[in-house]
């Protein structure tokens, strides 16, 4: 009879991978003549733990051993290949005999389980090409001194993996599985080797990825999280990805059910014998390692098991037992945004309503840059990517094309130097150039999912489409330029020409995922005094908003320092014209742009007069408007610069003069100004009984005011970031007397613990709530950004937490809060929970949360609202009451939305709520 592919039998149970090859080894206490035979005697070094070239020297031992896991009951075994490339290999000296390993250790397992699918073809077995990390990483410097120098290039890497991975196809494996992934960059590597070996031999087999992660909070080596890496290697053709090594079965569990919940692939797992003991041995044994695997197969969060470091055939034979009648994992939905990736995800849903590129680390763009780049002062040039991404962008683009400039080299480095800097490498890169060299270059460097910027269809469709299927192969996004044979889009009906025919190619002939589509359909400079460009603006904003309806998925992006060109020298009208463009262009379906993440003007501030006459050239109103912005252009120039001295700096505070200090405050926070913060915190203090009732006043009023404004697409993430700081700043100021009115208060009130869920790292709002429940003389327990729910738990039955409060603001925090809460239900708590954040809503938090765990759940607006509720939460007789008024609130609620499936809140309602966290 015919026996079932993997990919039949995967869909009907869970499949037994085999143990540990070196551990098995260890067993047969060999010597070093065994690892040489008489063939290699006369190599230079140690061969003794060079346990793949046993393949050639003794492959009666790992034959036996390959049986000995069949006979445990193993589905998949693994061809004693890990090491087997020339990169590994150099340190033995065995480079010249790596695909003779490969080929035979292919084929010795491919013999023995054909045996014993002969057997019994009803259990067809079969083999899985091992190939580990390599001992050495792209992304990271052996060297102290020298954080850009590689021992290792992209290229070298791809071509010893081809050369493994030919002879593992032509020896017969079933599966490709890529192992204990500790570099993303690495590994992209053995993917594209994957693609193009498949390819030369002729033979598509499924891939698989195995990840090991290297600390307790779930990063690699290199750094990435577990979304980071689905995001890197999205594009990939993934049969499985899963997790093995790092730690035992039990410290491996939180992250398995990271990985299960989000990646759209079978989920494998094979952990180590427990953690290892002093001397490097594995204590566990074969029955504890099972109770603990098996809570994997109960709570269905796998569909292949195996064993690691420590596990012989005796662990796997006690899996049988627990896999019988046990459902397989069911694969995640593929997502439906664009994933991004630097060491940390950047999801682009539509809360996300813009997305902030940072521009400044351009040498034609920034004069400062360029120097620093001719001059080698490469600490300097990435102080100010550092200071990009803490104004705020999201992306960080780097353009190096200059004519005296060995761009690709330039590029090269300084990619390697940003992977160093975790503050830095945290965000997703554009790799900005005209030359594909160069672009080709940056993307052998980057280990996140990166976007390249640009292709175009300038050069035909031909090379459009090489270029195209390279980004792709790469793992990248793309922007493409409104560009093709013909030149420049510049009206609305070539942009969206061009746009749809790229479109076209790209998902059609291509495979790009329509998310990873961006377009750039020419931001072009206005009011120039030629009559054809008056319209630029309008048709841009117009083309960003067909191309949003009629090319779905597709993202719109643009240079918005293009638009102002004829404004050079006068930076208030530029930034002002940024502002009324992206406030347009932004309703209209932009939501990515290379901006000044450290801008000041904002919509709302500029004066009447001004921003007429700016919308009138940016919506091309009247046929002399750039002649009527030029002229108050040249009056506030003229104004700036007659003022002097005291006059100048005069002008810039009349928004202290005649306001009232609540006004001052409000503004302070909105601008991001902190300058007078001390001064008109002391003149509330004298006004306002406490410094609590100032935070919970004028400041948390001035922070819902950003709130509206960011919500409105009025104020852009930079300025919150800077609105943020100013806030800690003023509590800073007030912490004194914070403290000081505490010491006359009562004993604590009740301990609080509060964290953001793991898979966000935003932490205003629970920062603001930290500090109103402390003024209201609550202990509390930050634990931070991307906590994980485990850790939770753990510190809240450590520390006898009285609340525990949740926040996040991005849509994935909504399906962490669900699993934080019903861990806390299976670790039998009964602790009240606050729910807070952007996409937050009473909605959710009754449909979805509420449901999975017993006690008080309750959404919280607004931060001043916390201190309150808490009270009734504290007392027993309140808490009753609370917890009957919700459970008939949250039923009313479950009624009304019986049949609808809540996955997000509403754009509008989560921009409402942007910055009411908590």
Request: aromatic share 6%; charged share 25%.
């Amino acid at each position: 009879m015919q026996s079932k592919s993997i990919q039949q039998l995967i869909q009907e149970r869970i499949l037994v991978l085999d143990g540990a090859m070196g551990t098995m080894i260890q067993q047969y206490h060999l010597s070093e003549a065994d690892f040489r035979g008489e063939r290699f005697k006369d190599v230079p070094g140690q061969q003794k733990g060079n346990n793949d070239l046993l393949c050639l020297t003794r492959p009666d031992v790992i034959e036996e051993i390959h049986r000995k896991y069949l006979e445990a009951g193993a589905d998949i075994i693994e061809t004693n290949t890990f090491n087997s490339t020339t990169v590994s290999m150099a340190d033995y000296h065995m480079q010249p005999y790596c695909r003779e390993i490969n080929l035979a250790a292919a084929r010795l397992a491919r013999k023995v389980a054909d045996e014993y699918t002969s057997g019994n073809p009803e259990k067809p077995r079969f083999v899985a090409g091992s190939v580990g990390p390599t001992n050495k990483t792209c992304s990271m410097s052996p060297d102290v001194n020298n954080p850009a120098f590689r021992a290792l290039t992209f290229d070298g890497l791809l071509a010893a993996y081809k050369e493994q991975m030919e002879a593992l196809l032509e020896g017969g494996v079933d599966t490709i599985l890529i192992e204990t992934i500790f570099d993303t960059l690495n590994a992209k590597a053995a993917i594209l080797a994957a693609e193009q070996s498949m390819e030369k031999t002729g033979r598509k087999v499924p891939l698989m990825l195995s990840v090991t992660v290297s600390d307790v909070a779930g990063r690699t080596l290199s750094g990435q999280t577990l979304d980071a890496i689905l995001a890197s290697v999205q594009h990939a053709d993934i049969f499985s990805v899963g997790l093995n090594c790092s730690f035992g079965a039990k410290q491996l569990k939180p992250f398995l059910e990271q990985l299960a919940r989000r990646a759209p692939y079978y989920i494998s797992a094979y952990p180590n014998a427990g953690l290892p003991n002093s001397l490097g041995q594995y204590d566990q044994t074969p029955e504890q390692m099972a109770m603990e695997v098996k809570e994997y197969v109960d709570e269905g969060l796998v569909n292949i098991i195996g064993g690691c470091c420590g596990t012989t055939e005796e662990y796997i034979a006690r899996y049988q037992d627990l896999i019988a009648g046990k459902k397989p994992h069911v694969p995640a939905p593929r997502p439906e945004y664009m994933w991004l990736s630097g060491l940390e995800l950047l999801e682009v849903t539509p809360e996300i309503n813009f997305v902030n590129v940072g521009e400044r680390c351009n040498v034609a763009g920034s004069r400062k840059f360029l120097r620093l780049i001719n001059e080698k002062k490469y600490d300097e040039a990435l102080s100010i990517a550092r200071k990009q991404v803490e104004d705020g962008a999201q992306i960080i683009d780097v353009n190096m094309d200059d004519g005296l400039l060995d761009a690709a080299q330039e590029m090269t480095t300084f990619l390697n130097l940003v992977a160093s800097e975790p503050d830095i490498a945290r965000v997703p890169v554009m790799i900005d150039s005209s030359k594909w060299e160069v672009i080709e270059a940056g993307l052998k460097c980057v280990q996140g999912k990166c976007i390249v910027n640009s292709i175009s269809l300038k050069e035909g469709e031909e090379v459009f489409v090489a270029h195209a299927r390279a980004v792709r192969q790469y793992g990248a996004a793309v922007i493409v330029m409104a560009f093709d044979e013909k030149g420049q889009a510049d009206t609305y009906e070539r942009k969206i020409e061009v746009c749809s025919r790229a479109y076209r190619i790209l998902t059609e002939k291509v495979g790009f995922r329509p998310q990873d589509i961006i377009f750039d359909p020419n931001v072009l400079a206005v009011a120039t005094g030629i009559e054809e460009h008056n319209n630029y603006a309008v048709d841009f904003i117009k083309a960003a908003g067909w191309i949003r309806k009629n090319l779905p998925g597709a993202h719109v992006s643009g240079g918005v320092s293009n638009l102002s060109f004829s404004f050079r020298g006068n930076n208030y009208i530029r930034e002002a014209m940024h502002a009324v463009f992206l406030y347009y262009a932004i309703r209209e379906g932009m939501d990515m742009g290379i901006v000044n993440p450290g801008t000041s003007v904002l919509y709302t501030d500029i004066p009447a007069d001004v921003l007429e006459r700016i919308e009138d050239v940016v919506l091309n109103r009247r046929p002399d408007a750039a002649e009527r912005l030029i002229e108050i252009a040249e009056k506030l120039k003229a104004e700036k610069e007659g003022n002097s001295g005291q006059d100048t700096a005069a002008s810039h505070l009349t928004w202290r003069e005649g306001t009232t200090v609540e006004e001052r405050l409000q503004y302070a926070l909105v601008k991001g100004l902190g300058d007078y913060l001390d001064d008109d915190l002391h003149e509330a203090l004298a006004k306002y009984p406490n410094a609590v009732s100032i935070i919970e006043g004028p400041l948390m009023a001035g922070m819902n005011h950003v709130g509206d404004l960011f919500g409105s697409g009025k104020m852009f993430l930079p300025q919150v970031v800077k609105t943020a700081r100013t806030m800690k700043k003023a509590v800073a100021i007030l912490q004194p007397y914070i403290e000081a009115e505490k010491k006359e208060g009562a004993t604590s009130a009740g301990k609080v613990l509060v964290a953001t869920v793991k898979g966000d790292v935003h932490d205003i709002g629970k920062n603001i709530v930290s500090v109103v429940m402390a003024c209201n003389n609550y202990e509390i327990i930050d634990l931070g950004v991307m906590v994980p729910a485990e850790k939770i738990v753990e510190t809240a039955i450590r520390e006898k937490v009285d609340i525990v409060g949740l926040s996040g603001l991005i849509t994935p925090s909504l399906e962490e809060m669900v699993h934080v809460v019903s861990e806390m239900e299976r670790a039998g708590l009964d602790i009240p929970v606050m729910i807070g954040g952007a996409t937050t809503s009473k909605l959710h938090t009754a449909l979805k949360i509420a449901p999975v765990y017993h006690a008080p759940v309750v959404y919280m607006k607004d931060a001043s609202l916390n201190a309150p509720v808490a009270a009734r939460l504290m007392n027993p007789e309140s808490r009753r009451v609370l917890a009957g008024e919700l459970d008939k609130e949250y039923r009313e609620l479950r009624e009304k939305n019986r049949d609808r499936q809540v996955k997000t809140v509403s754009l509008k309602e989560a921009q409402e709520n942007r910055l009411k966290l908590f």
